[in-house]
Every structure is written in C-alpha cells, then in structure tokens.
Nanobody, 119 residues
Framework: QVQLVESGGDLVQAGGSLRLSCAASGRIFSIRTMGWYRQAPGKQRDLVASINNGGSTIYVDSVKGRFAISRDNAKNTVSLQMNSLKLEDTAVYYC?????????????WGQGTQVTVSS
C-alpha cells in the first residue's frame, strides 16, 4: 500500500500564493504519474496538474501560467506552487499517484487539503 500525506492548504487572499506538498510512503517499487486534483463544493473532482516520471507536465487551462507542479523522485514528493490565486481556486485539493507496489500498478489518493481564497 501507499500512503499520501498532503500539507500546505490554507486561507489566502485573492492574488496570493500557496504551496501544496505531498509525500508518498510505503512499499513503493516505482511511481509513474503524480498529480493534483481539486473538488469544489457540489462539483466533481477534476485534474489540476500532473507530472510523469520523465518530468512532462499537464495543466488544466484555468491554472496555466499561475500554477507549477514539480516532483522529487528521490523523496517521492510532489508539490504544487500556486500563484495569483483566484476565488474560483477554492476547493479541496487531493494528491494522487500512480504507483507500482509489487507487481501491481494502482492509483492512490491523499486525504485532501483545503484551499480557500478570499476576496
């Protein structure tokens, strides 16, 4: 199994910045893709950004130019630097990884961290 621990969520004013971090632990053989998703009240959980083990990134259009995802393969961590935050960025942010444990590749999720952007 893989455990994911997220940190960094907070209340911040519009225009401000936050950095989310997620650390993966467990009997991990390898981690493929690492990503951040978010879920606002009453909405579905959507991808915000992802990064594969080669360093290629994907961003949802609404965060391009404002958010940056990065990973440290040696530490099995992934971070999301969020700048120029907007009210619509308010959501619970979830870390997710696709990891190989033994011979099984599966997706794992963190417990979520709240990001609230105020005016």
């Amino acid at each position: 199994q893989v455990q994911l621990v997220e940190s960094g969520g907070d209340l911040v004013q519009a225009g401000g910045s936050l950095r989310l971090s997620c650390a993966a632990s467990g009997r991990i053989f390898s981690i493929r893709t690492m990503g951040w998703y978010r879920q606002a009240p009453g909405k579905q959980r959507d991808l915000v950004a992802s990064i594969n083990n080669g360093g290629s990134t994907i961003y949802v259009d609404s965060v391009k130019g404002r958010f940056a995802i990065s990973r440290d393969n040696a530490k099995n961590t992934v971070s999301l630097q969020m700048n120029s935050l907007k009210l619509e960025d308010t959501a619970v942010y979830y870390c997710s990884v696709r990891a190989q444990v033994g011979g099984v590749i599966a997706d794992y999720w963190g417990q979520g961290t709240q990001v609230t952007v105020s005016s």
